[in-house]
């Protein structure tokens, strides 16, 4: 068990995601050189050490002084920590946890690197029997799209109704200056990326 464990420690590394925080470069990293089930299994691995950190350190994120973070932002901090290795993970605390939310030390987010994991299990219950690597490299790019690119329009809205928000609040400090049409305009190029 020991060993398996070490085996994925080591693949997560040699992703290299401190690198640069390349979901894209490590997911095509991933489909070339792990079958479904090997990335289906550092998938597994990775998720299950986000949840023992979220496990561990849930009373300190919730806490006082706590660990500032939205829980987007709570599951891509917990997700860049395995993102670093076994040595970071296992080294990390309270403190380093409050300091990468403070400074925004992390990247969103490593669990997006085994996005076409999700549409293989998604996809079929079977994929152990009727699912190879090529058959994946030959889907559609629409069926290969990941889960940010298909939550985009989602996160568009969100953008614009806190906008909205934030006009709504400052309403009468902006109303007299020219920051309220450069917020329309800003809104508008915005909606244009759906």
Known sequence: MKDLEDKYWQQVEELEWSKDGDYKRIE?????NFTPSEAIQLDDFARNKVNELGKRFNNDWLGDPGIDVSDD???DLRNEVVG?????YENITVAKLQEMANTNDYNESFSYCFSFV???K???????RDLTRNDYNEKSENEKKTQFQLNKPKRIEE???KIGNLYDEYHAEIYQSNVWNYLEKAIKEVKKLK
């Open 28 to 32: 095509q990293q991933l489909i070339d």
């Open 73 to 75: 932002s709570w599951g």
């Open 84 to 88: 670093r290795g076994k040595e970071f």
């Open 118 to 120: 999700w549409d293989i």
């Open 122 to 128: 998604s996809k079929s219950k079977s994929w152990e």
């Open 159 to 161: 953008f614009v109704e």
